[in-house]
């Protein structure tokens, strides 16, 4: 079965501070997707970055960053700058093209930012 | 544009009553997908409708489970003689009919069985 894992079950950074939340995954498929989901304590589930497997160049938004080590099967989210607004839980998911698109999500980490 | 939306937002049901939870997608969206989240866990695939095709309901935990996506647009999850197990957020999301896309999701609906 595929799994994604999130080892990390609570984090905490100071702000303006930089952090990365750590994710690996356990996949044979050759052709598939990873994201990173925010999701505040609202609930609502926040696309942070995305990744396609077959590019090289890791995925960029603004202060967010990936490291995808695609050998390793893992991949990292970096947090620049960590405003007090970024604290949440953090999930990282893996898709797949050969399915349904169905996500599979880690267990998910919390994110504390200090003032 | 508008976004995914779920209705009720909070619902609370004695056990054994059945409940139904539901989902508008985002429009021009023809992928939808529920997943169901535990307290402090991550996302677990319930169900999922693409188009007119016959949906995926793999993720289905028991055949109490039951959903239903009418004109392409919004959905129904239906759980009959809720249990206390059942208590959950029950999550919705939609994504483009472009292959595999990012899916937006709507803020869930939280599922409390006393």
């Known amino acids: 079965a595929q799994t994604v894992t999130q080892s990390q079950p609570e984090m905490s950074v100071q702000e303006a501070e930089t952090v990365t939340l750590s994710c690996t995954y356990d996949?044979?498929?050759?052709?598939?997707?990873l994201f990173w989901y925010k999701q505040p304590p609202s609930r609502q589930m926040i696309l942070v970055i995305r990744q396609e497997a077959y590019k090289q160049q890791n995925a960029t938004e603004n202060r967010f960053s990936v490291n995808f080590q695609k050998a390793a099967k893992s991949f990292s989210l970096k947090i620049s700058d960590s405003q007090l607004g970024d604290a949440a839980m953090y999930f990282c998911a893996e898709g797949f093209s050969s399915n349904t698109g169905k996500l599979i999500f880690g267990q998910g980490t919390t994110l504390q930012v200090k003032p | 544009g508008a976004g995914v939306s779920q209705s009720p937002s909070n619902k609370v049901t004695e056990k054994g009553k059945d409940v139904e939870l539901r989902c508008d997608p985002i429009?021009?969206?023809?992928?939808l997908y529920w997943y169901r989240q535990s307290l402090g866990q991550g996302l677990e695939f319930l169900i999922y409708?693409?188009?007119?095709?016959?949906?995926?309901k793999s993720g289905l935990p028991s055949d109490r489970f039951s959903a239903e996506r009418t004109g392409g647009s919004v959905s129904t999850l239906t759980i009959q003689r809720t249990q206390q197990e059942d208590s959950a957020v029950y999550l919705c999301a939609s994504s483009p009919p472009r292959g595999l896309d990012t899916q937006y999701f709507g803020p869930g609906t939280r599922l409390t069985v006393l």
């Open positions: 996949t044979s498929e050759s052709d598939y997707y």
């Open positions: 409708f693409q188009g007119n095709s016959a949906p995926d």
């Open positions: 429009s021009g969206h023809t992928a």
